[in-house]
């Protein structure tokens, strides 16, 4: 799993959690913040940066970031809590949607993010940097059968919310959230799958009032683990 962070942004929202930066020149304010949180760090020759995709914006600087949060299922478990937010992922395809989907749920509370291992874009440089650095603060799960996973977190209490577009869903705004949630996103374009869905305790959407029929899915994502944290908080939508 790569472990690297792109661009000045990234370097000073991270600071604390970088092991180690690549630099292309001196620049005294940013040497002297590096020695400030004693982070070791190499200056480098242009050719280190050019061995990355243009796309990802690095700015000539590489931050070599600390263990990222990976526990298995079992751990999940042992660890919950009376109120508990799990986000699950059906076969997300885009990089970018998902570095964005991973930083919404750590800043709104998510306990862990569960992924499939195949049929789902994995963890890439793409990914770390659009979540911008919430990869390395909340726990991520990778399983080979969703659908057993689910099963699993209902024999522990959980109730399953599924992100859906059919006759089945309902205003989330109209349905009662319980303590310990699993929320369920799909792909870009197919959504979450028929096998998965048929699982789920309650198939919820997004009500639309303009001309658009859907949201992007890390948008809608969003919008949903907003609306169930502020439950759990008891706060008012």
Same mark, same amino acid.
């Given at each position: ?35 400030? #949180? ?19 914006? #690095? ?179």
């Amino acid at each position: 799993m790569s472990n690297l962070l792109f661009g000045k942004k990234a370097l000073l929202e991270n600071i604390n959690s970088i092991n180690k930066v690549h630099i292309l020149k001196i620049e005294q304010k940013t040497i002297s913040l590096l020695k400030a #949180h004693d982070i070791p760090f190499i200056i480098e020759k242009q050719s280190y940066f050019a061995k990355f995709n243009k796309n990802l914006n #690095h700015q000539n600087i590489v931050c070599e970031l600390k263990q990222t949060k990976t526990i298995t299922l079992d751990e999940l478990l042992e660890s919950t809590k009376q109120k508990s937010i799990i986000l699950v992922l059906d076969s997300l395809q885009d990089p970018q949607n998902f570095g964005a989907i991973i930083r919404s749920a750590e800043a709104l509370g998510v306990d862990a993010i569960i992924y499939k291992k195949d049929g789902q874009v994995q963890i890439n440089d793409f990914v770390i940097k659009s979540s911008t650095g919430a990869i390395n603060h909340i726990p991520l799960i990778r399983v080979t059968n969703l659908v057993e996973t689910i099963k699993q977190l209902k024999q522990h209490n959980y109730w399953v919310y599924c992100s859906t577009l059919n006759d089945k869903s309902k205003n989330f705004n109209h349905v009662n959230f319980d303590d310990k949630v699993v929320l369920i996103v799909g792909n870009e374009q197919k959504g979450v799958s028929p096998l998965v869905a048929s699982i789920a305790d309650f198939q919820i959407k997004i009500p639309m009032y303009g001309s658009t029929q859907s949201l992007n899915v890390s948008v809608a994502t969003g919008i949903l683990l907003n609306h169930i944290a502020q439950k759990h908080k008891g706060e008012k939508w």
